[in-house]
């Protein structure tokens, strides 16, 4: 029998045979990754998310399907020269605020971003936003300072599709409204309910509906927001994410115990005593188109679940979206009440700005 040798630094048989064995078995998982991947058997990471939900359109980014590329054609971005202040680990710019949740969201405020950083981030992208806003029967009155006001404020110097979901298109578009460059009017026609609460819940179902008609593949993110409302400071790229909701100016102070969830384990928009992160407002959401879609959706369905059982969540569409918010989709921003400000609360100390403002309406007379 030889005796094996071992020379320092080298393999022996054994060891040689195991690193032989590991290197092929590495290689063929890897191809197998690459195989899977390229025909999109991750669906959470396929670019293609439209053909999921059974309708087809471009995908709007180019070169994001980054393991189909060679490097060269992946799209580089690259930032120009900036000089602003070093942001300081230890002195955080809020200190009276939250500032992130504890899913590590961000909750924008007044100071803790830097907009110049962000318009340089979202022009590379060559962001296209929709705002979406209803104005079916007497809310048409708010549609004229609302989209005056949205000129002024909202999403300056990027391009802008402002959908108005209407029922009456003829006696929307004699109001005369223009808007600048790149920016878009467009009318969009709908049933009318009788109910002004179905009114407010089957936006759920129409904005779904036209995400796929149409949203997808002319603007990458979505902004839905109530009528009765005027824009009166910057509302900019800061708000944008993959899916955001608002803090309700009623609520974001208040415990749990105040909230007004659903509490009829009978409703899909349950939420008990105990659990609940933020009360978020109904009237203002958004995100990337995709997400617009799956919020939409499942919201849509819940509703109509909840209709089959003869029963209609304590606050609508708002309920079935904080239901969605804590257990399907934590939102990946939040929003300030910056964003959201009623016209009679005056202001408060940690509000440096009220950016969007809730007008005060008589409605019963608006909505009957
Ligand atoms: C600021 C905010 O978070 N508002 C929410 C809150 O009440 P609000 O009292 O703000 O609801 P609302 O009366 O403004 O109705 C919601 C929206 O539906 C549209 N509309 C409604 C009725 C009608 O006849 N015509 C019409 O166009 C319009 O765009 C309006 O802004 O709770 C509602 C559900 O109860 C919705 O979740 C709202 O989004
Ligand atoms: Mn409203």
Not at 315 to 330: G, T
Request: charged content about 25%; hydrophobic content about 35%; aromatic content about 16%.
């Amino acid at each position: 029998m030889t005796p094996s040798r071992e020379v320092p630094g080298c393999l022996n048989g054994g060891q040689f045979r195991f690193v032989k064995k590991t290197l092929l078995f590495s290689s063929l998982a890897v191809a197998v990754l690459v195989v899977l991947r390229r025909y999109s058997y991750f669906p959470e990471t396929s670019s293609n998310w439209h053909s999921r939900y059974g309708f087809s359109c471009k995908a709007n980014s180019e070169g994001s399907d980054y393991f189909s590329s060679s490097p060269d054609n992946v799209n580089v971005i690259h930032l120009k020269r900036m000089v602003y202040p070093k942001p300081e680990t230890l002195k955080p710019p809020r200190t009276n605020v939250l500032s992130v949740s504890p899913w590590l969201a961000p909750i924008v405020w007044e100071g803790n971003f830097n907009i110049d950083i962000l318009n340089e981030l979202f022009r590379q992208e060559n962001v296209r936003i929709g705002l979406t806003v209803f104005a079916i029967k007497k809310y048409i009155r708010f549609l004229k300072t609302f989209i005056e006001t949205a000129e002024k404020f909202f999403m300056v110097g990027y391009p802008v599709n402002y959908y108005i979901f209407t029922d009456l298109v003829s006696n929307v578009t004699n109001f005369n409204m223009t808007v600048g460059p790149r920016k878009q009017l467009i009318f969009l026609e709908v049933p009318s309910y009788e109910r002004w609460q179905d009114v407010t819940m089957r936006r759920m179902q129409m904005i779904r509906d036209f995400t796929k008609q149409r949203f997808a593949s002319e603007v990458d993110y979505l902004v839905c927001v109530d009528v009765d409302m005027r824009f009166q400071d910057h509302v900019g790229v800061e708000i944008l994410s993959d899916v955001f909701g608002t803090l309700h100016p009623a609520f974001f102070v208040k415990g749990r115990d105040k909230f007004t969830f659903e509490r009829r384990p009978e409703s899909q928009a349950y939420i008990p005593e105990d659990e609940g992160d933020f009360y978020y407002a109904g009237g203002y959401f958004g995100g990337k188109v995709e997400e617009v879609y799956k919020l939409t959706n499942h919201c849509h369905h819940a509703m109509l679940t909840d209709k089959a059982n003869n029963i209609e969540a304590i606050w609508h569409d708002e309920s079935y979206l904080n239901n969605y918010f804590l257990y399907y989709k934590k939102p990946t921003k939040i929003l300030s009440p910056e964003y959201l400000w009623n016209e009679r609360d005056g202001t408060a100390f940690y509000l440096r700005k009220r950016r969007l403002i809730s007008l005060h309406k008589n409605a019963d007379e608006v909505r009957n």
